[in-house]
Structure formats: structure tokens, C-alpha cells
């Protein structure tokens, strides 16, 4: 079964400095999405993408947050400085659209120190 | 109000039990929704998705009320392995619209 993977699996990086999280989308599916899950709270939404453009973003998803689709397969999801609070799990996630189900990758861990 | 409500648990079960978990929904505007099982730090998988007429998947089966806004889970004969966070899940319609999350109910299944 085709699967939305994500690299890498875990990143540390310090407070200020930036991040990349990366991506690779079911290949033939055209919506891709960004969550994110404190540890303890619950799985919340960051931002959707189609068409190389932002759909809909969270206010979680201020100036320091930016996604990109830099060729036909990776989705990216770049923080510029990374805060203590943005220590979490982002999932990735994609689908065909029409209400279809999404499909979650396992995730990167992000802590921040 | 929060968007999407859950117990959170956990409920502590024999195996074999059977156990229902309840979801509300807030925004009526809802089309689409779904449970989700979320093992400890990995990601959410897709249960099953709820239709208004209720469905069953084996031992589990869902329903819907679209007028009191409300979603269950029903698990029958369970094992083990079902023990997890138990995500209920909403979606607006329209194409690319963000699913919104419950706080999910945590599931422990005993010998």
C-alpha cells in the first residue's frame, strides 16, 4: 500500500535556528497537509496546499511557517526560528481530494532546545 | 465550546468486553467524519469513516446523528491490540478542508 513518508524521523535543533521537515506525498494524490501534535494534546491543523498554493492555514501558521513543493514529490515545511513552543510531532499528510480520507506519514519529531 | 468532544478516558477493559466511545461535534457545517486510532508518538490511522446511516467493519461499528451531532464508536469482542487513543474526527465540505480533531479517548485492554 502506498504510504506519505516523511524525513527526518526525529530533529534537534536549537531555539533561532531554522528547520526544514520534509515529505513525500502519496504520488497521485493532489492535496497535501501539514499537522501538528504537542505531546499530550491533541493532533491540530497547520496548513493545506494544492496547486502550489497555500488553501487554508491555521493561526498556528504565522510568517515564521512556510511550505513548498520545490519539484514533482517532496512537500517541505520550513520553520525560520524555531521557538521552545514549536517542539512537537508534524505529520504530514495528503489525499485525492472530495472529501476522501487523509493519509498520515509517521511523523517528525521536532525538539527544540 | 470546543469543536470536538471526547471523553478522554482511559477506559480500562477486559478483553473480550465491549465498549462504546461518544463524540460532539460543534459546527454543523460538518460533512465528513471519521475515526482515527493513534498508537503512543506515532501517527493517526484511518478506523473507518462514519456514514449517516451507520457501518460496521468486523468488530467495529459507527454512527452518526446529524441532528443531536453526535458520532460513536462500537467495539465488540475486544483484543489486545485495540488498545490505543481512539481519535474522532470532523471534516467541513468542500475540497482540501482540514479534518479538526477530538482530544481522543484512550482505549486499555486487559487480560
Known amino acids: 500500500e502506498p504510504e506519505v513518508t516523511q524525513t527526518p524521523s526525529h530533529q534537534v535543533t536549537q531555539m533561532g535556528q531554522e528547520v526544514i521537515l520534509r515529505c513525500v506525498p502519496i504520488s497521485n494524490h493532489l492535496y497535501f497537509y501539514w499537522y501538528r501534535q504537542i505531546l499530550g494534546q491533541k493532533v491540530e491543523f497547520l496548513v493545506s496546499?494544492?496547486?502550489?498554493?497555500?488553501?487554508?492555514k491555521s493561526e498556528i501558521f504565522d510568517d515564521q511557517f512556510s511550505v513548498e513543493r520545490p519539484d514533482g514529490s517532496n512537500f517541505t515545511l520550513k520553520i525560520r526560528s524555531t521557538k521552545l513552543e514549536d517542539s512537537a510531532m508534524y505529520f504530514c499528510?495528503?489525499?485525492?481530494?472530495?472529501?476522501?480520507?487523509?493519509?498520515f506519514g509517521n511523523g517528525t519529531r521536532l525538539t527544540v532546545t | 465550546r470546543k469543536e470536538v468532544e471526547q471523553d478522554p478516558g482511559p477506559f480500562n477493559v477486559p478483553e473480550g468486553a465491549t465498549v462504546a466511545f461518544n463524540c460532539t461535534y460543534s459546527?454543523?457545517?460538518?460533512?465528513?467524519f471519521f475515526w482515527y486510532r493513534q498508537d503512543c508518538r506515532k501517527e493517526p490511522k484511518l478506523l473507518m469513516s462514519?456514514?449517516?446511516s451507520g457501518n460496521e467493519d468486523g468488530r467495529f461499528t459507527a454512527q452518526l446523528n446529524r441532528a443531536s451531532q453526535y458520532i460513536s464508536l462500537l467495539i465488540r469482542d475486544s483484543k489486545l491490540s485495540d488498545s490505543a487513543t481512539y481519535l474522532c474526527?470532523?471534516?467541513?465540505?468542500?475540497?482540501?478542508?482540514?479534518?479538526?480533531f477530538g482530544t481522543g479517548t484512550r482505549l486499555q485492554v486487559t487480560l
Open positions: 499528510a495528503s489525499d485525492t481530494g472530495l472529501n476522501s480520507p487523509l493519509h
Open positions: 459546527n454543523s457545517a460538518s460533512q465528513s
Open positions: 462514519v456514514y449517516s
Open positions: 496546499f494544492y496547486n502550489n498554493e497555500i488553501s487554508e
Open positions: 474526527v470532523v471534516r467541513r465540505s468542500g475540497t482540501a478542508s482540514k479534518l479538526t
